[in-house]
């Protein structure tokens, strides 16, 4: 079967969910409180992200995002994080003995973005080291 350049090839996994370690991967445009805001204004966009740290206090998390409101309402993750950003539910999985843990770090940038030949050239190899580097097994992707 050929897979286009920018298909994402099938890459199966035997090691059991109990045992893996799961990093957060995110185009929600969060970010820690003391960490700089994304760049929200659409004519110069934003091509960067934020490493989070596994151990983070979810309280520590925000969200900045320059999608229209009517298309990602940011007021709802700033109430509870973890609806754009699982950490707490990945930690009860972890106690419970469902997942193996949550990653040292994690990854969020904001996906409302018009710098996509950036994203593409700079951002995304940048990040797909980070995930690299990292000792997950697996990402979690969500977006806002």
Do not use: W
């Not at 185009?27 to 966009?45: C, F, I, K, R």
């Not at 960067?48 to 520590?60: A, C, H, Q, S, Y």
Request: aromatic share 4%.
């Amino acid at each position: 079967m050929e897979l286009s350049r920018k298909a994402i090839p099938y890459t199966p996994n035997d090691k059991p969910l109990h045992e893996m370690t799961i990093m957060i991967v995110s185009t929600s445009g969060v970010h820690l409180n003391e960490q700089e805001p994304y760049n929200t204004d659409p004519a110069e966009g934003d091509a960067t992200f934020r490493i989070i740290p596994g151990d983070v206090d979810p309280k520590d998390l925000t969200v900045t995002h320059s999608a229209p409101k009517d298309h990602y309402n940011t007021d709802y993750p700033k109430e509870d994080i973890n609806c754009v950003f699982p950490i707490d539910r990945l930690r009860e999985m972890v106690e419970d003995g469902d997942l193996g843990g949550v990653a040292e770090k994690h990854l969020t940038m904001m996906g409302y973005s018009m710098r996509l030949n950036k994203i593409n050239k700079e951002t995304i190899p940048a990040l797909v080291k980070e995930v690299v580097r990292s000792k997950a097994d697996a990402v979690l992707l969500t977006a806002g």
